[in-house]
């Protein structure tokens, strides 16, 4: 896994499908390096604390690997997400969950979608299929996002400001 800033820039845009896109990544220099399959999420919190400071703690299922992430509140900008972020890997589930409830923590959503994940040297692209429709994250420098979008032929009318919690939450689905 390549090293990722402290500091994540993100941006989310609204698709129509995920199939179009893969030719037009490979297109722009992005490869391939994990297919499609499902991700399973956790957001947990402990009493409101963290969603009411703007952040989140999550543990995360994909490709044979389980992560815990925290996220800071965002940093306003008018298109892109961007927010401070720590990640490590979870060697065994059982006991990170056993950890976070014993700190008080508490499930308090969980998210269900399938991804597929692309990279190239500037730019790691996601192509998320939820029960809500389709997305393609693209991570990385801001000014690289703003050039991939513009050549994928995507506009900043279809970004998606909403979190994928905000999201599953607002199609009753938490």
Do not use: N
Request: include cysteine; charge should be negative.
């Amino acid at each position: 896994m390549r090293h990722k800033s402290a500091l994540e820039t993100e941006l989310k845009l609204r698709i129509p499908a995920t199939a179009p896109f893969r030719p037009l990544l490979e297109a722009l220099g992005f490869r391939e390096v994990s297919p499609m399959q499902p991700e399973q999420s956790v957001l947990w919190d402990r009493a409101g604390a963290l969603r009411a400071a703007g952040s989140a703690l999550r543990t995360r299922s994909y490709a044979g690997q389980a992560r815990l992430t925290w996220k800071g509140p965002k940093v306003p900008d008018a298109i892109l997400k961007i927010r401070p972020e720590r990640e490590t890997g979870i060697e065994d589930d059982a006991a990170m969950e056993a950890i976070l409830d014993a700190l008080g923590f508490q499930p308090v959503l969980r998210m269900e979608k399938r991804r597929a994940v692309w990279e190239r040297a500037d730019l790691e692209a996601c192509l998320d299929e939820t029960p809500f429709g389709c997305y393609l994250e693209l991570e990385g420098d801001s000014q690289a996002i703003h050039a991939a979008m513009e050549a994928l032929g995507l506009a900043t009318d279809q970004a998606e400001p909403r979190s994928y919690p905000e999201l599953y939450q607002a199609h009753g689905l938490s």
